[in-house]
C-alpha cells in the first residue's frame, strides 16, 4: 500500500508523475517466460525488476496479477513477489484481465486514469486488456520492455494494436526517469541511482565509475554473496 505522499509535486502537463499513474504487472509467470523468443528473458526479468523496485520507490499502486497459477502457468517469478513480498497476486481464469472484475476493481480502487502496465504475452494478455482499458477512458502506457512474446512479428503487430488503440509505448527506464523528472528530488535520488546501478547496465556502470572516480565516494557494496547450503531433501 502506497505511504504518505512527502514527496515533492512534479509538473503534470501530459507526464506521467508518482501521482497520477497506477501500475500493473501481468502474468509474470515461468510458463508465460518459456513461451518468449522476441526478446531476451533474463533481460525481460532484469526490466521488469527494475520497474517493480521504481514503483516502490516511489510508493506507486501497484496491482499484481496471475491467470491459472496451480493448472498451467506456475507462480509469480520470485523476483517480482520479493519486490512486493505482502502482497498476494489477482488469480485469474481469463487471458484478458480486463474481464476479470477483481482486477479492473483493484485498478478503479487507486483512483488514477493512468496504467502502467506490463506483461506477457504482449499479443494476448498486454493488448486486450490495454484495448479494453482504453474504450473504458483510462491511459495506458505499455512498457515495452518488460513484455515479450512468441515471436517478433506477434509482439510487434500487437505494439502497433495497442498504439492505434492510443497507448503510449514506454520503457522501465524512462517510466522512472518521468517519475524521479528532477536529480533536485533528494528523497528518491539515491533509491534510484541504486536501481540504475543494479539493472541498467552501461548507465548503471558509468554512474558507478562518476561516483568513484570523479566525485570520490566509496564504492557500492552489494550483499555479500552466500554459497546456499545444500537442501536436507530433495524432492
Keep these: 500500500m502506497a505511504q504518505p505522499n512527502t514527496r515533492a509535486k512534479r509538473s503534470e502537463k501530459g507526464l506521467l508523475t508518482p501521482d497520477n499513474c497506477v501500475v500493473a504487472l501481468i502474468d509474470l509467470q515461468p510458463q508465460m517466460l518459456f513461451g518468449v523468443s522476441n526478446f531476451d528473458r533474463q533481460t525481460i526479468i532484469n526490466n521488469n525488476v527494475a520497474l517493480s523496485k521504481a514503483a516502490r520507490v516511489f510508493d506507486m499502486p501497484v496491482v499484481l496479477t496471475t491467470v491459472e497459477t496451480k493448472g498451467f502457468s506456475g507462480i509469480m517469478w520470485p ?74 512479428l506477434s509482439h510487434d503487430n500487437a505494439m502497433k494494436r495497442v498504439i492505434q488503440a492510443g497507448a503510449k509505448p514506454v520503457t522501465a527506464l524512462s517510466v522512472m526517469l518521468e517519475w524521479q523528472r528532477d536529480w533536485a528530488h533528494k528523497d528518491t535520488y539515491d533509491a534510484v541511482m541504486d536501481i540504475v546501478k543494479t539493472h541498467c547496465g552501461a548507465y548503471g556502470i558509468g554512474v558507478e565509475y562518476a561516483y568513484t572516480m570523479v566525485h570520490g565516494a566509496p564504492a557500492t557494496k552489494f550483499p555479500e554473496y552466500i554459497v546456499p547450503a545444500p537442501a536436507t531433501a530433495h524432492k
Excluded: H
Excluded at 481469463?94 to 493512468?114: L, P
Excluded at 504482449?122 to 486486450?128: K, N, P, S
Excluded at 490495454?130 to 518488460?146: H, K, L, M, N, P
Design 79 to 152: 523476483q517480482i513477489q520479493a519486490v512486493f513480498p505482502k502482497q498476494t497476486p489477482i488469480e485469474r481464469t481469463t487471458m484478458d484481465s480486463w474481464d476479470d472484475e477483481n482486477f479492473v476493481a483493484a485498478i478503479k480502487k487507486s483512483g488514477r486514469k493512468k496504467i502502467v502496465l506490463a506483461g506477457l504475452w504482449t499479443e494476448t494478455c498486454v493488448a486486450l486488456t490495454t484495448v479494453q482499458a482504453i474504450y473504458d477512458g483510462f491511459e495506458v502506457y505499455v512498457v515495452e520492455d518488460c513484455c515479450g512474446d512468441v515471436s517478433q
